[in-house]
């Protein structure tokens, strides 16, 4: 991580201060020394960016993180015409061209075209797909390599687009089985501010009138109602900027994105945890297996599986994996030290690797955390009507309570 230090220079003995950019005080004094040949650096002291480069680095955050992605169909689709196409014994070059003219993204066509120029200019494909794996992902560029080495691009690239589009299927029916019961929590937090807004008020005339203390939810509903009146707008953008604060340090801070991912998978998060963690599993093991059984070594396949892997916390239990593996232990072990997979599926591993058939028995795997992301899903709505009942209730029972019971005492003081 690049840093800015403060650099002291005696020169000609005058004494000067200098603002050197580097990745730590020792590069930022051999930068100085060079700079100032003559001169003497006698300190260098950490500093914090000059305000108009925080300023630049900030902007450019913000554009990479609202940067519009390139659609997984559009990259399935061209990736499935490579394979045809050079299946058919289309050279390279000309397959490229071709999808860079027919593809309707913008973003495509100026990345094959650019690929394109590469190749005719003498490099690998590989070497021209370098620039975009964040585009294209680590096990694009995995796949490519592989079909450069086999002399089978069409080959790697049918199973790459059967790689993206089973992380595709899964990605779209967890978004479709949570969107209803966003949907409901949404409408109901919207009904609930309306009727504060509207219906609250009528009755503040008539509470202001009690001479007595004013039970708790009615307290509560009369401090809500005052303060989205009087500050709704103030509030509605606050929360948007938490939430733009929050996507933006995601993006742009790997200590944040940590902790978040970390805390993302706490067992205190009702099904969530669960979801994201089958799915990275999922995701893990078959890009894992897939890289296996097309005969790219064990070491390779994890280094590009793991670059597959959002989730930082996970990550960082997957990456011990590969450097157990290099102190003698075997990938069962290895597995079993992150303490990710289940007894069983280590087994399998571990027989697998005992019989050669270690690319079928990590099949089995993936389909073991597909079955069991697929479970989740398909009844999620049962795992979450109990909370939005309980979401509902709470709300109906605030505004109900708070409302009537002021009327209770009233009608209680008048019979005495």
């Not at 955050?61 to 169909?73: C, E, N």
């Amino acid at each position: 991580m690049t840093k800015y230090f403060n650099v002291t220079v005696m020169e000609r003995g005058k004494k000067r201060l200098e603002l050197i950019k580097a990745e730590n005080k020792i590069q930022a004094v051999k930068i100085a020394k060079n700079k100032f040949s003559s001169g003497m650096v006698t300190k260098a002291v950490e500093t914090s960016a000059p305000l108009e480069e925080s300023l630049s680095n900030f902007m450019a955050g913000m554009r990479k993180s609202f940067k519009a992605k390139i659609p997984i169909d559009d990259k399935i689709s061209t990736i499935r015409q490579i394979a045809v196409m050079t299946d058919a014994g289309i050279p390279i070059t000309d397959t490229l061209e071709d999808v860079a003219d027919n593809t309707d993204n913008k973003k495509l066509k100026e990345i094959y075209s650019k690929m394109n120029s590469d190749i005719n200019a003498g490099n690998s494909m590989s070497d021209a797909m370098k620039p975009y794996v964040d585009e294209f992902g680590q096990v694009a560029l995995a796949m490519t390599q592989l079909g450069e080495r086999t002399g089978n691009i069409s080959e790697s690239y049918l199973k790459l687009a059967k790689i993206l589009e089973s992380i595709r299927d899964n990605t779209r029916k967890f978004k479709k089985a949570i969107r209803t019961p966003m949907i409901t929590m949404a409408a109901m937090a919207i009904a609930f501010t309306i009727l504060i807004m509207v219906v609250v008020p009528k009755f503040k005339d008539i509470f202001d009138k009690f001479k007595t203390d004013l039970p708790i939810p009615t307290q509560i509903l009369l401090k809500l109602e005052w303060a989205l009146n009087n500050y709704g707008l103030l509030i509605l953008a606050i929360l948007i900027g938490i939430v733009v604060g929050i996507k933006y340090l995601y993006k742009n801070n790997m200590d944040f994105k940590y902790n978040m991912d970390k805390l993302m998978i706490h067992p205190r998060f009702y099904l969530i945890n669960k979801a994201i963690f089958l799915s990275t599993m999922h995701k893990y093991n078959l890009v894992f297996g897939e890289l296996v059984r097309s005969g790219i070594p064990v070491s390779e396949a994890l280094d590009t599986a793991v670059g597959m892997v959002d989730n930082l916390a996970i990550k960082e239990q997957l990456l011990t994996v590969n450097a157990n593996i290099g102190r003698g232990m075997n990938l069962a072990e290895a597995f079993a030290l992150t303490g990710l997979y289940q007894n069983m599926l280590l087994q399998m591993i571990k027989a697998g690797e005992a019989g050669g058939q270690l690319d079928a028995m990590l099949e089995k795997v993936t389909d073991y955390y597909d079955m069991e992301f697929q479970d989740l899903i398909d009844n999620l709505s049962a795992y979450i009507e109990p909370v939005l009942l309980f979401f509902i209730a709470g709300l109906v029972l605030l505004m109900a309570l708070g409302i009537f019971m002021p009327m209770w005492d009233l009608g209680k003081a008048v019979k005495e």
